[in-house]
Structures are given as structure tokens and as C-alpha cells.
């Protein structure tokens, strides 16, 4: 499944090695945009669980199907 993740806010370069896989695009009026495929639910989750531990926000989440 691919997805397009929108938080608000910029992460620390640093912290951005922890979502491998995902593209990650800083827009200039202050949010962040993950894009990329995820094998499965779980590692949805678990880059979900990492915006929980990390206290972002999440503007939206968008899935689309691959073929």
C-alpha cells in the first residue's frame, strides 16, 4: 500500500532516519509530508505509533492502492 502521511511541523534531521522507506518533503508553510510504500498495517502503525511518541500532529492520511 502506498501512503501520503501530512504532520504539522518539521522533524530534526536527525529523527528522520527512523522512517525509512518513507520519502520525506518539509514544506515551506511549516508541515511535513511522508510519502512511500509500507509493506503492511503493522509498519502503518508503528510510523504512527513513532508521530504519537514524537507529539506531532497529523494533518491527514491518505492510502492508495498499488499494482
Same mark, same amino acid.
Given at each position: 500500500?502506498?501512503?501520503?502521511?501530512?504532520?504539522?511541523?518539521?522533524?530534526?534531521?536527525?529523527? =528522520?532516519?527512523?522512517?525509512? %522507506?518513507?520519502?520525506?518533503?518539509?514544506?515551506?508553510? #511549516?508541515?511535513? /509530508?511522508? *510519502?512511500?510504500?509500507?509493506?503492511? =498495517?503493522?509498519?502503518?502503525? %508503528?510510523?504512527?505509533?513513532?508521530?504519537?511518541?514524537? #507529539?506531532?500532529? /497529523?494533518? *491527514?492520511?491518505?492510502?492508495?492502492?498499488?499494482?
Amino acid at each position: 500500500m502506498y501512503y501520503r502521511i501530512h504532520i504539522q511541523g518539521h522533524l530534526a534531521s536527525g529523527l =528522520q532516519d527512523s522512517f525509512a %522507506g518513507l520519502r520525506i518533503e518539509q514544506q515551506e508553510v #511549516g508541515t511535513t /509530508l511522508f *510519502s512511500g510504500t509500507l509493506p503492511d =498495517q503493522s509498519a502503518l502503525y %508503528g510510523v504512527l505509533l513513532q508521530f504519537i511518541r514524537l #507529539g506531532v500532529v /497529523l494533518l *491527514s492520511l491518505v492510502s492508495l492502492e498499488t499494482s
